[in-house]
């Protein structure tokens, strides 16, 4: 029997490797990458570090992990990082800047997750015994919870500059900067020419199995690698799953045009259903995040009813949910998840 038709939107970390990622990872050469032996790891690094325009880059197991290890490196107990209320750093790492790197977290408003130059230079502390030292800003772009929405580059280069002028540490949580990349138009490497050091991700929307790559200067990036061998990252023979990244670089980017294509899709018929509400200026990327305004559907119902129908979405609040298009999703899939809203809210 043909098995039954879902149509997944939790996540675009859901994707499975399509056959020709299949092919290169069994053709992969391996090495043991921890000895710096493994040739498709260093192709894979070499690759990502000329588009984001860095010297050097590190292939760690995880987005988790990448974002940590930047902190742990350049930073000491009870230093204070500087984010937006939102982010995937404080909100989605299981506390990891505290657990692992004894990092205090301010946490700044900003306007659909876009912090603003005047707000991150108004909350670096001055140099006094009684206070934490600032030392990181972190960005998202996207980010996530706040719909996929973009940093615009001009906000960037005047972050850059606060974070210079005060001697801060900018890293960028670059897990979808690929979709901000295709939406905008902005080279990677002049979005990587702001930053001290990038995390860019491989398995989401570019549909590898695995894996998240940590990117710097020569120097931070050889002290990247001690702090991936502290958190229990170092991996051998890993050229099976970084011939999948080099695979994903090289065929998958251009093709997120897609995705944000069919997002825009659902994004605006969502908006049109009675008891549902979409922010349509938050729609610039692939995530659709829906509020449901019927008080007598909770979210945990809307995506339990959704899934009787094959569809799939996740709660992000009592009343919020998200929707993710990815490569696994096509025109018509997101057809069949407009009907099957619509059936929900008995349109």
């Keep these: 029997m043909p098995e039954e038709k879902f149509v997944d939107l939790r996540s675009d970390t859901v994707t499975r490797p399509s056959p020709g990622m299949r ?36 292939y760690v197991p995880s987005g988790t992990m990448s974002n940590q290890i930047a902190l742990f490196t350049v930073s000491q107990r009870g230093d204070e990082i500087l984010c937006e209320t939102g982010c995937h750093i404080v909100n989605y790492e299981a506390g990891a800047p505290a657990a692992l790197s004894s990092l205090l977290v301010n946490l700044l408003p900003g306007d659909k997750g876009v912090l603003s130059a005047e707000t991150i230079e108004a909350n670096i502390r001055p140099i006094n015994i009684h206070y934490p030292i600032t030392k990181i800003v972190a960005l998202e772009n996207t ?30 949580d670059g897990a979808r900067l690929w979709n901000a990349h295709i939406a905008t138009g902005v ?14 991700c491989l398995s989401k929307g570019l549909g590898a199995p695995i894996g998240s790559i940590l990117l710097g200067s020569a120097e931070f990036i050889e002290k990247a690698r001690r702090s991936r061998k502290i958190f229990g990252g170092g991996m051998r023979q890993v050229g099976i799953l970084a011939a999948a990244g080099i695979y994903a670089l090289e065929n998958n980017i251009g093709r997120l045009a897609y995705d944000h294509m069919n997002a825009k899709y659902l994004g605006d018929q969502f908006s049109k259903i009675n ?15 829906v509020d449901i305004e019927n008080e007598k559907m909770t979210a945990d119902e809307f995506i339990d009813q959704l899934a009787s129908h094959n569809v799939r979405c996740i709660k992000f609040s009592p ?11 096509s025109e018509d899939d997101c057809k069949m998840a407009v009907e099957a809203v619509k059936r929900v809210m008995k349109v």
């Design 23 to 58: 092919k290169v990872i069994s053709e992969a050469v391996v090495g043991d990458d921890v000895l710096g032996d493994d040739p498709t790891v260093k192709q894979l690094e070499e690759i990502a570090a000329k588009l984001l325009g860095k010297e050097a880059a590190v």
């Design 143 to 172: 980010n996530n919870r706040a719909g996929g929405t973009i940093y615009p580059i001009d906000t960037i280069a005047e972050i850059a500059e606060v974070a210079q002028k005060n001697k801060l540490w900018l890293h960028l």
């Design 187 to 200: 080279p990677l490497d002049k979005y990587g020419s702001y930053f001290d050091s990038i995390s860019v």
């Design 275 to 289: 008891g549902l509400s979409v922010d349509l200026e938050t729609v610039q990327t692939n995530i659709v995040i």
């Design 319 to 329: 009343q919020r949910v998200r929707f993710v298009t990815h490569l696994d999703v």
